[in-house]
């Protein structure tokens, strides 16, 4: 799914994955719209591993110092995404 930025309101709850604090429980609702070939690339690769519309999704851990990468568990399975890869990732907090 991807997200368009005029979404209802309703919607507004959603933040990218970069912006969960950790070990906030959260859902994947879906994806940015991709800028250039270089972000649909790193989204579709994002939805490969996991990264699905309604999949379970928690920030573990903060890289030291400047918070990069991220150690982010979806499903079962943990990951460490830099946060320009996380910021495509929209999730609504549990």
Same mark, same amino acid.
């Given at each position: 799914?991807?997200?368009?930025?005029?979404?209802?309101?309703?919607?507004?709850?959603?933040?990218?994955?970069?912006?969960?604090?950790?070990?906030?429980?959260?859902?994947?609702?879906?994806?940015? +719209? *991709?800028?250039?070939?270089?972000?649909?690339?790193? &989204? %579709? @690769?994002?939805? =490969?591993?996991?990264?699905?519309?309604?999949?379970?999704?928690?920030?573990?851990?903060?890289?030291?110092?400047?918070?990069?990468? +991220? *150690?982010?568990?979806?499903?079962?399975?943990?990951? &460490? %995404? @830099?946060?320009? =890869?996380?910021?495509?990732?929209?999730?609504?907090?549990?």
């Amino acid at each position: 799914m991807w997200l368009d930025k005029s979404q209802p309101a309703v919607d507004r709850q959603m933040i990218g994955l970069h912006q969960l604090a950790c070990h906030v429980p959260a859902e994947v609702v879906g994806m940015n +719209l *991709a800028q250039d070939e270089e972000e649909r690339s790193v &989204a %579709l @690769r994002l939805l =490969e591993i996991g990264f699905l519309p309604g999949e379970s999704v928690r920030v573990i851990a903060h890289g030291f110092p400047g918070h990069d990468p +991220l *150690a982010v568990r979806v499903g079962h399975t943990t990951f &460490a %995404l @830099r946060s320009h =890869e996380a910021a495509l990732v929209q999730v609504r907090p549990t």
